[in-house]
C-alpha cells in the first residue's frame, strides 16, 4: 500500500529515502538542500564522486549512503523533469521514469521500504495534481516489493491535495 504522510522526506523510519535531485547531485535547495543537511559531508564527498563521473541525467537515479540520517540506510537521488506544457508527454515519461528507476535501485540494494517527496514539483514547476498521478501510476507495480512506499507530503496543503487525487 502506498501511504501518504504530512512531513519531510528526511524525518520518515524508512530504509531508503528519495532526493528531488539536479543532475549535478552537488545539493541544492528545497527537499536536496536539507537533506544534504541532514545527512553531512560524507552524503556530499559521494555525491561529488557521482558527479565527476557524470552526475545523473533527467529520468534516472543514483544510490548512495545515508551518513547522517539515522534513520535510513540510502538515498536514492532522482532527476526529474523541469515542467514544460509542450513537452508534458515527454515529462511525464521521464517522472515516471526516475520514480521507476529509485525503486529499482533501492530494491537491489535489500531495501524494504522507501520514501519519496513529489519529485519536480517545486522550483521544476510540475503541476502538483499531475506529478502525483503520474507518481501513483510509476509507484503501483512495485507495491508487492516494498513492505511501505511512503509519499511525503511537507506541507499542509500538499497533503490535502494529496489525498484527495489518492482518493480519486
Do not use: K, W
Not at 28 to 55: K, N, Q, S, T, Y
Not at 57 to 75: D, F, K, M, N
Amino acid at each position: 500500500m502506498i501511504e501518504v504522510v504530512r512531513g519531510s522526506v528526511v524525518d520518515q523510519d524508512v530504509d531508503a529515502i528519495v532526493n528531488a535531485a539536479n543532475e549535478s547531485l552537488l545539493g541544492g535547495g528545497g527537499v536536496d538542500g536539507a537533506i544534504h543537511r541532514a545527512a553531512g559531508p560524507g552524503l556530499e564527498a559521494e555525491c561529488r564522486r557521482l558527479h565527476d563521473a557524470g552526475g545523473c541525467p533527467t529520468g534516472e537515479a543514483r544510490l548512495t549512503g545515508a551518513y547522517g540520517i539515522s534513520q535510513a540506510r540510502h538515498v536514492v537521488h532522482a532527476v526529474g523533469p523541469v515542467y514544460a506544457r509542450r513537452r508534458a508527454d515527454e515529462c511525464a515519461r521521464l517522472l515516471a521514469s526516475c520514480y521507476g528507476r529509485s525503486c529499482e535501485l533501492a530494491l537491489e540494494a535489500g531495501d524494504a521500504s522507501i520514501a519519496f517527496p513529489c519529485i519536480s514539483c517545486g522550483i521544476y514547476g510540475y503541476p502538483f495534481a499531475d506529478a502525483l498521478r503520474v507518481a501513483l501510476s510509476a509507484l503501483r507495480p512495485f507495491e508487492p516489493r516494498f513492505e511501505r512506499i511512503v509519499l511525503a507530503m511537507f506541507t499542509e496543503r500538499e497533503y490535502e491535495a494529496a489525498l484527495g487525487v489518492l482518493g480519486e
